[in-house]
């Protein structure tokens, strides 16, 4: 049995009369999924990176100026400035921020709230301003659209109804006295 699977292979290797086709057939596809995928990968990662470095920046000039009481909406702009490269940042951003207790470190309840950009605009019910020498939690969600929707990890992201996907940013930050 094993001598005529082995004579069977050796002729099968041997044979040039169009075998190599379905050895192309079945290769090339996942190929290109694995370099689309790798694409989307670098591209979200890229993003991300945006995501943070622009809520860092923003969550810095809340946390140096407590008495300032900024607006979702201000905020919300600050991080699309620094961000820079977020598409469609100012109605695919949504913020939450809220004051923690460190005592009892709970983070925020549920999954973050997102903006879902088929609706209309509605702003955050969790964004609550912090006192002096208050530990508070800020969260960004940010919703984009792959670069490749239906190939790959593009094809995995968990989607809402208009095709985009979630990201996730955390920051906390102490407010600093006023004086």
């Avoid at 088929?118 to 208050?134: A, C, D, K, N, Y």
């Amino acid at each position: 049995m094993i001598r005529k699977a082995t004579q069977f292979l050796r002729r099968f290797r041997k044979e040039e009369d169009g075998q190599m086709m379905v050895e192309f057939a079945l290769a090339v596809p996942l190929i290109f999924t694995m370099f689309l995928t790798s694409v989307e990968m670098g591209i979200y990662a890229v993003r991300q990176n945006f995501l943070d470095r622009g809520l860092d920046m923003a969550i810095r000039d809340v946390r140096l100026n407590t008495g300032a009481n900024y607006t979702h909406k201000q905020i919300k702009d600050r991080i699309c400035g620094y961000a820079g490269f977020l598409t469609d940042c100012d109605e695919a951003l949504k913020l939450q921020m809220t004051p923690i207790n460190p005592r009892s470190f709970s983070g925020f309840a549920g999954s973050a709230e997102c903006a879902d950009v088929s609706l209309p605009v509605t702003p955050s019910l969790t964004f609550v301003h912090g006192s002096e020498h208050q530990l508070m939690l800020m969260r960004a969600c940010y919703m984009f659209e792959p670069v490749f929707p239906t190939t790959g990890l593009g094809y995995a992201f968990t989607k809402d109804g208009t095709g985009r996907v979630k990201m996730v940013s955390l920051s906390g930050f102490v407010q600093e006295p006023s004086t």
